[in-house]
């Protein structure tokens, strides 16, 4: 029907999980990489612009576990617009801090269930906006996925409506 060839090499069938475009499949859901987790925790705090780079890129490939990265990384982030004023400060370090607690136990992601509805949540802050997608099983809401960015220059400025608007097409555009 779909014309599809698969290598059997390639092919491991009955396995509990594994590890699929650098995130843990699992009987639980999908989980966060324990590598990535642990390669931010072990992480000293950044003394160079190359090493904040270094962090946000890692903390960015786990923002689908995270909610509300770019509220929380402001400060960290702040950083990367002006590399010639480098200063890590206790707001940098505070949120640092706080991905390292977070991503030590890091959530657990559903799969859709295709039978149960989706339940959208927005959030919206004076530089960042965040959604994430939920589902209720037994009367608990899962989340299914995190999505997070910072607002530009000219975004700040928007009315809450305008910004909640935003949100709800950017979370539309990133699914």
């Known amino acids: ?55 946000a890129g890692r903390l960015v490939s786990l923002s689908r576990f995270i909610p509300k990265l770019a509220e929380r990384a402001g400060p960290i982030f702040t950083l990367l617009k002006k590399p010639n004023n480098f200063l890590w400060t206790d707001q940098c370090e505070e949120a640092f801090q706080s991905f390292r607690e977070f991503l030590a136990t890091p959530p657990v992601l559903q799969r859709p269930d295709h039978n149960t509805d989706l339940l959208l949540y927005l959030a919206v802050a004076e530089n960042a906006i965040s959604a994430v997608i939920v589902q209720e099983h037994q009367r608990t809401q899962t989340p299914i996925y995190f999505i997070s960015r910072v607002l530009q220059d000219a975004e700040k400025r928007y009315q809450m409506v305008e910004k909640l608007a935003l949100a709800l097409v950017t979370a539309a555009w990133r699914l």
């Open 1 to 55: 029907k779909h014309n599809m060839r698969l290598n059997p090499e390639k092919c491991v069938f009955g396995v509990q999980g594994g590890k699929f475009l650098g995130f843990m499949i699992t009987n639980r859901g999908i989980e966060a990489n324990p590598e990535k987790c642990k390669a931010i925790i072990q992480m000293q705090s950044p003394q160079t612009v190359k090493q904040v780079q270094r962090l």
